[in-house]
Nanobody, 115 residues
Framework: IHLVESGGGQVQAGGSLRLSCAAS????????MRWYRRAPGKQFEEVAY????????HYLNAVRDRFIISRDNGKNIVELQMNNLQPEDSARYHC?????????WGRGTEVTVSS
């Protein structure tokens, strides 16, 4: 099982990025897919998740109304649309897949937001 994140980069405050998590060896439609982030010197934070079945989504309060998690079963990817980015959103973002056999992590993609 492999998860590969992409879409990170450097943006100014107020800008947007769209992260993508490409999965292989697991169907994103049959897993609870999550995005985590970790800023330097800080703990991991769960940013958002989307369940299966039911497509229920949940967000960290700090990103609610700015970030949107979505899933494309045909492409087998999960995306995180991030709008109105702020410097405190700077972190390495990882996607994970929760299935019966365990929790699988990608290596992450770096997001840097300058003020």
């Amino acid at each position: 099982i492999h998860l590969v994140e992409s879409g990170g980069g450097q943006v100014q405050a107020g800008g947007s990025l769209r992260l993508s998590c490409a999965a292989s060896g697991v169907s994103v439609g049959h897993a609870v897919m999550r995005w985590y982030r970790r800023a330097p010197g800080k703990q991991f934070e769960e940013v958002a998740y989307i369940t299966t079945p039911g497509e229920i989504t949940h967000y960290l309060n700090a990103v609610r109304d700015r970030f949107i998690i979505s899933r494309d079963n045909g492409k087998n990817i999960v995306e995180l649309q991030m709008n109105n980015l702020q410097p405190e959103d700077s972190a390495r973002y990882h996607c994970t897949a929760d299935i019966a056999s365990g929790k699988y992590w990608g290596r992450g993609t770096e997001v840097t937001v300058s003020s």
